[in-house]
C-alpha cells in the first residue's frame, strides 16, 4: 500500500536535547511538508521540498532543520533552539504544488513532548 | 499573508446538516481545500475549490466564491463518525511560490 509514514507515533525528549522526526514516503511524490499543529491553531508549515536537495523554511523554521537527500525521505530535526517544541508534528506530501497536484497527503503524525 | 476565519465549533443532531463556513484574504488565490481531521489523526482530504460554485461529493458538498472570499463545506445525513475537526485550507501563489495555509478549525460534535 503506498502511503506517509511517520515514526515514533509518540515521542519524549528532556529539554535540551536534539531529536529527528522520521517521515518516509512510497507514493513517488516530488513535494514534501513539515507542519506544527497546537490546540486551537491552524497548522503551520515549518519547512517544505519540492525537489531532492533543495527545500524552503515555512512560517516557523525558526530552531528547526531538514534534509532531502532522497525523494522519499524528509526527516525533521527538533533542535534544543526551539523554544517550545511540545507539539503535534504533521509530515504530507504532494504530486506538485499547483492545481490538483497540490493536494497533500498526511502521514498519522508525531506526537512530541519535551519534559 | 493570509486570514482564514472559520467557528471554532458547531453541534448538531444525526441524520442533520451542518453548514461550516471559511472566511479568508489573500493574495494570489489558487485553490481552496477542505479537510477532515479526527482527534489524534491525520488530516485526510475532502474536497477542492478553484472556480466559484459547488462541488459534491457524496454527502460532503463545498461551495467557493472568489469575489467574496467565502467558502463552506456542508455535510449533510449527518454521522456519527463525522464528528472530527474539518480544516479549511488556502493556497495561494506569490513571490513565484504556492504556499498553503490553514484555518484553526471547526470541531463538529454530532449527538445521537
Known amino acids: 500500500d503506498g502511503g506517509i509514514t511517520q515514526s515514533p507515533k509518540y515521542l519524549f525528549r528532556k529539554e535540551g536535547q536534539n531529536v529527528t522526526l522520521s517521515c518516509e514516503q512510497n507514493?513517488?511524490?516530488?513535494?514534501m511538508y513539515w507542519y506544527r499543529q497546537d490546540p486551537g491553531q491552524g497548522l503551520r508549515l515549518i519547512y517544505y521540498?519540492?525537489?531532492?536537495?533543495?527545500?524552503q523554511k515555512g512560517d516557523i523554521a525558526e530552531g528547526y532543520s531538514v534534509s532531502r537527500e532522497k525523494k522519499e525521505s524528509f526527516p525533521l530535526t527538533v533542535t534544543s533552539a526551539q523554544k517550545n517544541p511540545t507539539a503535534f508534528y504533521l509530515c504530507?506530501?504532494?504530486?506538485?504544488?499547483?492545481?490538483?497536484?497540490?493536494?497533500?497527503?498526511f502521514g498519522p503524525g508525531t506526537r512530541l513532548t519535551v519534559l | 499573508g493570509q486570514n482564514i476565519d472559520q467557528p471554532t465549533e458547531m453541534t448538531a443532531t444525526e441524520g442533520a446538516i451542518v453548514q461550516i463556513n471559511c472566511t479568508y484574504q489573500?493574495?494570489?488565490?489558487?485553490?481552496l481545500f477542505w479537510y477532515q481531521q479526527h482527534a489524534g489523526e491525520a488530516p485526510t482530504f475532502l474536497s477542492y475549490?478553484?472556480?466559484?460554485g459547488l462541488e459534491e461529493k457524496g454527502r460532503f458538498s463545498s461551495f467557493l466564491s472568489r469575489s467574496k472570499g467565502y467558502s463552506y463545506l456542508l455535510l449533510k445525513e449527518l454521522q456519527m463518525k463525522d464528528s472530527a475537526s474539518y480544516l479549511c485550507?488556502?493556497?495561494?501563489?506569490?513571490?513565484?511560490?504556492?504556499?498553503?495555509?490553514f484555518g484553526a478549525g471547526t470541531t463538529v460534535t454530532v449527538r445521537a
Open positions: 485550507a488556502v493556497r495561494s501563489f506569490t513571490s513565484n511560490d504556492y504556499k498553503l495555509s
Open positions: 504530507a506530501s504532494s504530486i506538485g504544488t499547483s492545481g490538483r497536484t497540490g493536494e497533500q497527503f
Open positions: 489573500t493574495s494570489g488565490f489558487n485553490g
Open positions: 507514493l513517488n511524490h516530488d513535494a
Open positions: 475549490n478553484v472556480l466559484d
Open positions: 521540498s519540492q525537489i531532492v536537495n533543495d527545500f
